[in-house]
């Protein structure tokens, strides 16, 4: 989380328990197949666990996953396995402690480690390592990475830094993001936006035109290649 200039949403302007089960139910009916829970981080939303539950008994719906920073995965690992998720990506950047806690703002390394642990314990199938990189895997933060997951038997994915506002992104090292010609994807803010590019300040809100037209324009007018976004930073809008 960035110092100084986070903004936070009112209770009423987040989508509800109901209103988010309710759109994934009607966006799998409309032939949506996968479904990735991120951020800002999944798991310090409340309900977070009855969310995975409803979703993954969602009929059509092949892949269910979660994007988190691991912080809080010891105390929920457990409960998401035996609630229905499929596979966690867990976001790390560097395995040395002080610098860790630098890029994170106190982040505890320890935590995110004991929540990788939790999570190999709890069955998941499938544990990517999401890990941000200046330009490619050959950083040395990254050769480290990429040794943690080798030994632990994870899999690792390298993440170009991006800038939204300055239309800056690559394709992800490992993986097969920021890649617009095959890119097929739709996210819904925690406040009810569908937003069709990251990269684009187009959004389709689910309260104001309703879940039907939302999605509807969301894949009609999704752009060809994403330019800039001034409207959104990763920070709130995740990975």
Do not use: W
């Amino acid at each position: 989380m960035p110092k100084g200039n986070a903004f936070f949403l009112h209770n009423e302007d987040i989508l509800t328990f109901c209103e988010i089960c309710d759109f994934a139910g009607y966006a799998v009916n409309q032939g949506i197949k996968k479904i990735r829970l991120t951020g800002g981080e999944p798991l310090v939303r409340k309900e977070i666990v009855e969310i995975v539950s409803f979703l993954s008994k969602l009929e059509g719906l092949e892949d269910l996953s979660m994007t988190t920073n691991g912080l809080l995965l010891e105390e929920y690992a457990r409960k998401l396995a035996e609630a229905g998720l499929h596979r966690v990506n867990i976001s790390l950047d560097t395995v040395n402690p002080e610098k860790f806690a630098q890029l994170t703002g106190g982040g505890n390394l320890g935590r995110v480690l004991a929540g990788i642990k939790a999570a190999q314990e709890a069955g998941f199938g499938i544990i990517k390592i999401n890990c941000v990189v200046d330009k490619d895997e050959k950083e040395p933060d990254a050769v480290e990475v990429a040794e943690f997951a080798r030994k632990n038997k994870l899999h690792v994915r390298f993440i170009p830094r991006m800038d939204m506002a300055k239309g800056t992104f690559y394709g992800v090292i490992g993986g097969n993001g920021g890649i617009c010609s095959i890119c097929n994807r739709l996210r819904l803010t925690c406040d009810g936006r569908i937003k069709p590019c990251l990269f684009s300040d187009i959004s389709f809100g689910i309260r104001v035109l309703g879940m039907e037209e939302a999605l509807r324009r969301a894949v009609e007018e999704k752009p060809e290649a994403g330019k800039i976004s001034t409207k959104c930073h990763f920070y709130n809008i995740g990975g």
